[in-house]
């Protein structure tokens, strides 16, 4: 069985997604795939954490404000993904950028989403960025973390218009319901093996999702 986490730091609406698709995975996609083992928070009390414990995932809390610096946060993180015998993180919605050390501990084993089509307009406000520089199509990335912020190799895109009537928040609300039904198939893919990779370039197998 592939074994994956998913870390999380809010709503949770990408782990929602994630744990729908697995509830009724494609007949396409093998046996051995199977729901989170683990679902890691940054942050207490998050309404991930009731995603999580309503679907019946093992849900824990690494509170990074208990910590003195990023390299202690980590370790113990590292720490609770190692007893749990995790194999693959699928980061949604977390908001903590991971040091290089621990990216490359976990290299070609972490994959996120990304609310623009990078590599444009990266970082936390991709949505606002988008509007703010009149774009006429935006939508989310999916991509193999790596030491950068947003720069890892592209595994697939969906676009999704930019309304002249956009603002930032209508614009990530259309982003997220597209993020939602493409990001649970490409993990999927990704963890199936489904893919190969030519320098930058991810090949999946079938096309995208």
Known sequence: MTRFAVLISGKGSNLRAILDFWANPPIAYPAHLSAPVLVVSNRPGVPGLAVAEAAGVPAQVVDHTAFSSRAAFEEALDATLRRHEVQWLVLA???????????????GRMLNT??????AFPGPRGPADAVAAGVKVSGC?????????DTGAIIAQA????????TAESLG???R???HRIYPKVVAKVLAGQF????????L???GP
């Open 93 to 107: 919605g977390f908001m903590r950028l991971l040091s290089p050390e621990f990216v490359r501990r976990w290299a």
């Open 196 to 203: 190969r990779v030519e320098g930058r370039v991810v090949h």
């Open 141 to 149: 990335t999916v991509h193999f973390v790596d030491e950068g912020m």
């Open 173 to 175: 609300s259309r982003i």
């Open 114 to 119: 990304h609310p623009a089509l990078l590599p």
């Open 177 to 179: 319901r597209v993020e």
């Open 205 to 207: 197998e079938g096309g």
């Open 159 to 166: 676009a999704v218009p930019v309304l002249d009537t956009d």
